[in-house]
Each structure stands twice: as C-alpha cells, then as structure tokens.
C-alpha cells in the first residue's frame, strides 16, 4: 500500500495497464507532450512515447470516432476529454457508435474503450466547463458509468474499465485530483465495476453520495455523530451504470431514511433514479420523503460565493439529514 | 450490414459517423503495423459533416492508411449538391489537408478500379491517405416515401444510358472478353442468387423476444 492522490492513482492505472496490455493506448488533447491538462497522464508519453501516448488536435468528435474505430479493430483505447464538457461535441459517437455497435453488429463488434476525464465543477471555470453528465449518459443502454471518490477506487475501477469489453465512461472531479488516499501497489489490484462500497457504517439514516459529495457526506456524517448523535451510513455506488441498488436499497432497510447528494442539476438526475428504484424496492421501510441535494437549476455561474451557493455542500447536506430525521 | 469474417464494419446510420470511425480502423492498421488499408464508404452529402474534416486531418496528420471514397450521386436525399455544397469538386478538398485527391468516372468501371489500386498502393507505400471522389448517379429514391420530385425523368434517363454495368458489358464485348451468351449467365445466376436471399428473408422467422436484450453488453 501507498499513499497518493486520486490523480496519481490515476496515472499508476493507466501505466500499470499500458504495460500489461500492447493494445492499450491513451489519446485525447494535451495528453502527451503536455503531460496532460490535470497532469494524469504525467510521465507516459516520457515513458512510452508517441504510439501509447497520442496528442490530438483538438477535434473531439474526430478523435472519439478514432477510437471507437480503433476499438471496433481491436485496440483499447483510453480517450481522454480535457473537460467532460467538451464530450458533447463527440456525443454522436459514444451515443450513436460506442453504445450501438455492439448491439447493431449482433455481438460481431464489441467497442472496448474508455472516455475519461474530469466531470462536475472546478473553481469558477463558469457554465460551459461546470456540467455533469453522468445522467444524461447512464440513460443509454450500452454505456458503462463509473465514478469515483477516493484514490484506491480511481486506481481499481480505471483498472476493470479498460480491461472491460464495453465502452465505460470514466468520470473523474477536477477539484478531487489532488485527495490522498491508501492504494494497492499491486497491479493485479482491480475493483469490480457495478460494486457500490459503504464508505461509513451507520443505522439511523442513509446518504448516497458520489464523486464530489462523498467527501462531504463523510463530513456531514461525522457532524450529525458527534452533534446529534445521528449515525448516518454513507453509500458510494462508484459505479452508476450498472447500478449498485441492492446495497443502496439494504442500507434504506436498515436505516429507513435516505438523502441522495449530488453534484448534477436535480431533474431527470441519477438521484431522482435512485429515488424511483428505492421507492419500488423499498417503499415499506421509508420513514420520511427521500431528500436530495443536487447543484441549483442554473447554469453555473463564474462568482465563487454564487458558485458555492449553486452547489451541494456539508452544509445542505446536514440540514437534509437533519429534515429526514425530523430534528 | 456487418461481416467480421469478410471485414466488414458495417452499416452506419449516422451521415458521416463512419468517417471517423474507418479512421480508428486505419490508425489500428498502423498501430499493429500490418499493411491492410482502411476503404471508406460514403456519400457526398456526407462531406459537409464536420466529422468528414476532422477525420482527413487526423488522417494525413498521421499518415494513416485510409482511403476515402466519396460517392457523388449528385443528391443527399431529397436536395442537390447544387443546393447543399459552395463547390462542386469534392476531391479538391484533400488539397485543404495536404492529401492526395482523385476524381473518377464513377460509371467507368476499370477507372475505378484503377484510382483505387493507386490508393492502396499510396497507403502500402507511406500510409498515405487518399480522397477519392467517384461521380455516380442514383436511380433510384433515397427510400421507398421518395417520390423524387426534386429531379426530371430526362436526367435520370441520361445517366442511365451511361449505367456502369451497361458500359463495362460493352466493353468486354468489344475486347472479346465475354459474349452476349455469357451476360445472359451471369444476370441468371446474379438474379437467382438476389431471388434466394429475398425468400430467405421472406421465410425466416422473426426473432425470439429474448433477442431485444442480446448483445446489448459484451462479456
């Protein structure tokens, strides 16, 4: 074990997987020479050069369809996107291509690639670099939807999405890059995708968080122990597609009050799904209305007090446990 | 539309999506060092996608091996090249990428096969890239609700006096390659094998329920 950042455990992932599979390659804007915009990619294009190590123009739409076609023949790409912002522009082929091909070609032509890259808020990087899109890509069957929260997950979940047969998106968080945390140094280490993990044991009320809010949902927990004496168990599906909701949905058995913590706008959200599905599975055990706290129905604006207002934090996650429990 | 066996990749829905994705295919064909070649099928309508461009660049950026086929058939559905595109020469738009471009005679057969083998051979060679620009006609509607109002019959008539298959017969005629007697074979056994896949088509039962949720994910 050693201690790293989620950025480093990033890059240990992706090395550890150029070295192991000859297929495997990494390509997207400023990944190379650069040494990659949030420094993920730091050393491999030193270490592997220009063949496992692809600088793109920026062209994502070109370079998403690049490696779809190169996954149709084999390869393994791993596709960097600067932002998952700019992923729109290259919707029509993880959409329409990576999700299909698989299905269309009836099984002939599976799509091994994974599209990463960070998702969510930064710091004041305004509307168009501030969106997160887990939602509006888990609604189509033939993704795979991966999040994850702490640097030993990074590591293994990157890991089993590249080894993985299917096209996965990998969503990664700006301002988490820098989170330490124990990894396994072992390169057989790997976290199966569609595994949720209780980051926190508790009994009397339910948090699913992911990605940015699982830092604070950990934070809020331990407010609402030590202030309250509430134990408040937090749930990190770490994958959203496929969902984990046989954790989610025995936890809310076992505390009977859920608040789901999200950094995504609140309509039509990964939330309001695990909303519906642990109404259906487990509406008998609710004791209280399932509370969200998602990011505001704005765009994302550039001030930081307006910015933090705009978005979950340990603060509105409190006052939701606190609402659920009825203090 | 796909076949692994013979290389086929497909079958694309998307106007121009198979640009890029026949561009991944040639940058694996390097990557694995083979010398394979990369044929990429599509219409002209297809070149005003942004995809198109992206996709040349990358192309000759990386010498990748892909060759380009334009099929200019004059319409993209129901509106003219005319009405669609600033100018109408498609291969001078590899100039804008610094890569080799050709036109060709879509309706002569031995000029397509020509342009194409020097396309390979540029691809074998450097990993070259070529566009190639093949003006063609459709006939037909772009689908069975076209009514096709959007062209006269005379034009249609014309370019069928120039049919690639009527002027490819004639010239082997001529060469004393094949007789009458053969074509009359050769459209006997094309018709009879197209006849055989109808029926089999016809015949086939439709799938099972369970088949809406295979191959959705691969193991």
């Avoid at chain 1, 992911?210 to 830092?215: A, C, D, G, L």
């Avoid at chain 2, 198979?18 to 394979?36: E, R």
Wanted: charged share 25%.
């Amino acid at each position: 074990m050693a201690e790293m950042t989620i950025r480093d455990a990033l890059n240990a992932a992706l090395r550890e997987e150029i070295l192991r599979d000859e297929n495997v390659f990494i390509m997207g804007e400023e990944v190379a020479e650069y040494d990659g915009a949030y420094k993920v990619t730091r050393g491999l294009w030193k270490e592997f050069g220009d063949k496992r190590v692809v600088d793109t123009p920026i062209t994502e739409l070109g370079f998403a369809a690049v490696g779809v076609g190169a996954a149709m023949a084999g390869l393994r790409p791993v596709v960097e996107f600067m932002t998952w912002n700019f992923s729109i522009l290259a919707a029509d082929q993880i959409i329409n291509h990576a999700a299909k091909m698989y299905y269309m070609s009836g099984g002939q032509f599976n799509v091994p690639i994974v599209f990463r890259g960070p998702n969510g808020s930064a710091y004041q990087v305004s509307s168009q670099h501030s969106q997160a899109f887990e939602a509006f890509y888990a609604n189509f069957p033939g993704l795979k939807v991966v999040m994850p929260s702490t640097a030993a997950d990074a590591k293994g979940l990157l890991k089993s999405a590249i080894r993985d047969n299917n096209p996965v998106l990998f969503l990664e968080q700006e301002t988490m890059y820098g989170l330490k945390g124990e990894v396994s140094e072992d390169p057989d280490f790997t976290i199966p995708l569609g595994l949720a993990d209780v980051k926190r044991e508790g009994s009397d009320c339910t948090i699913v968080a992911r990605s940015f809010t699982v830092p604070q949902a950990l934070k809020a927990a331990e407010i609402m122990q030590s202030e309250f004496d509430v134990s408040v168990e937090v749930v990190d599906p770490r994958t959203i597609k496929p969902l984990d909701i046989e954790t989610i949905v025995a936890s809310v058995k076992k505390t009977n009050r859920l608040v789901i913590a999200e950094e995504s706008h609140a309509f039509a959200s990964v939330g309001a799904e695990i909303s519906h599905q642990v109404m259906e599975f487990a509406f008998d055990y609710l004791d209280a209305p399932i509370k969200r706290i998602s990011t505001v129905e704005a765009p994302m604006p550039y001030a930081r007090n307006l910015e933090i207002a705009a978005l979950p934090s340990v603060e509105k996650i409190v006052a939701a446990i606190k609402e659920v429990c009825y203090l | 539309m796909f076949s692994k066996e013979h290389g086929f990749f497909g079958g694309h829905g998307i106007v121009g999506g198979q640009i890029g994705v026949g561009t991944g295919m040639a940058f694996a064909q390097k990557y694995k060092g083979t010398d394979n070649v990369t044929l990429c099928f599509f219409g002209e309508a297809a070149v005003n996608q942004g995809i198109f461009h992206e996709s040349l660049n990358m192309a000759q950026l990386w010498k990748l091996p892909c060759i380009y086929i334009c099929e200019n058939n004059k319409y993209g559905m129901g509106t003219s090249q005319a009405r669609a595109m600033s100018t109408s020469d498609i291969a001078s738009k590899a100039e804008g990428y610094n890569m080799a471009g050709e036109f060709v005679d879509g309706m002569d057969v031995m000029a397509v096969r020509e342009a194409t083998l020097r396309a390979v051979e540029r691809a074998r060679k450097d990993g070259s890239p070529t566009l190639l620009e093949i003006r063609a006609y459709r006939y037909m509607g772009h689908s069975m609700s076209d009514p096709g109002k959007y062209r006269t019959s005379e034009e249609i008539k014309k370019y069928q006096e120039r049919d690639p298959i009527l002027l490819f017969q004639e010239s082997l005629k001529e060469a004393k390659v094949f007789t009458d007697k053969d074509f009359e074979e050769f459209t006997a056994k094309a018709t009879a094998e197209v006849d055989a896949a109808v029926k089999f088509a016809d015949e086939s039962p439709f799938p099972d329920e369970s088949a809406l949720f295979t191959d959705i994910y691969a193991d």
